[in-house]
């Protein structure tokens, strides 16, 4: 270990409090971004990063990504903070992507501390709060190995390019465009591209990660009636939506998990020998998943079953009804007009064009079966296709090497089940290696409640994501 690395490492050890105070400020904005009210929010927590970035002496620009459309109102959609730092021909160049927009939450989801006020358990070492495993806490590992370097008077090993973005919980609206258009200006010079926004397989044991599943989601509208009814009056006259809406969800993926929609599961790359056997050796327990559910209610019992639900074939999820009756207390009410909502995660080879249209082709002949004079309509939503790397690169033998210093520990080569939609963008339109090296554990609760990163998670992640720099740099090609 060179002396710069080993004074770096240190200084992230000796100084634990920085980082969980950025951390604490950071959790503290709720920058949600898949709801318009919080908007500002997310602006907010744009202009943080602008600002601090800047403090720590990169050039750093925002930009604007114009307007969206959120449930038929127009907002402004927050803006992409760019940056650099360091501009060294002979140091390779390094693109990390971050998310600063997180997930809804209300403690009275089910939290047992605020949502957007860090609390740090001392007992267990956890930082529970919003956004702190999903992706404030990884973002903060970039910026406190620049400000280590910055304090400690060294210099990066390699050159830093930064974008960060905060509509990614809500696909990642107008970012393909810019990282295409920006290709030769901004992202110009990129070797490499590291995204740390995922996580480790269980809770012991580091990984490094080569895949992403696609996703698919999915709007159908059922409406009928002009206003909500009486059913003691109305029931039994009219067509209901909510009816209709139920049969068509169920109508789409068995309790088994199996998605029963024509034409989808053909698209799947066949299983190889070869890749059958890397599912039995993965360090990986069923254990791990009853744990971060907090349940024992996996589909299936065996290991690589399991794993490969997750990582290689598609699934299909159903997530809500809007305009359903959802409260406590029994009304007796026929909703007007319903829209469920469900996804399906893609994977190699399929393509989000020819799933939408195996999807509309279903639902359409599900409803006509129905024979209801009700009116249906299906739109999709922020399609995202599957993403993955070739690992025999040296961005990923740098990550392994990294691991293997900060953890001791050779870490799986993982897939994962979740999406980023921007990854394959930067890996074709780059044409550059991109390569996933998370922060925190499978049990975080990104999404969830009581999300947390184990502090001990975020010192030895920041130290990972610095010491992988410098094992970048030391790579020949
Ligand atoms: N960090 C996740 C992606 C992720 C999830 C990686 C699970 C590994 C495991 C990301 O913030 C996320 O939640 N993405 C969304 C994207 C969607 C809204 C297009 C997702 O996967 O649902
Ligand atoms: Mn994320
Ligand atoms: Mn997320």
Known sequence: MSDSQAKFVSYIEENQKKLIDSLSEVVSIPSVSGDASYRQDVFKMGEWLKNKLSTLGAEVTAHDLGVQDLDGKEVPLPPVIVGSVGSDSSKKT??????????????????????????HDENTGCLFGRGSTDDKGPILGWLHTIEAHKELGLELPVNLKFCFEGMEESGSEGLDDFVV????????????VCISDNYWLGTKKPCVTNGLRGIAYFKLSISGPARDLHSGVFGGMVHEPMTDLIKIMSSLVTPQGEITIPGINEQVAPLTDEERKIYDVMDFDIAFVDEATGSKTTVSDNKPDVLMARMRYPSLSLHGIEGAFAEAGSKTVIPRRVIGKFSIRLVPNMDPAKVIECVEKHVESEFAKLKSKNTMKLTPDHPGKPWLADPKHW????????????????????REGGSIPITLTFADALQKNVLLLPMGRSDDGAHSTNEKLDLSNYVKGTQLLGTYLYEIAKVTQ
């Open 181 to 192: 258009k920006n290709k030769d200006t901004l992202f110009a010079g990129v070797d490499a």
């Open 395 to 414: 961005n990923y033998e740098a990550a392994f090497k990294a691991t293997e210093q900060v953890y001791g520990v050779r870490p799986d080569l993982t």
């Open 94 to 119: 390094v693109l990390v992507y971050g998310h600063y927009d997180v997930q809804p939450a209300l403690k009275s989801d089910g939290w047992n501390t605020e949502p957007f006020k860090l609390h």
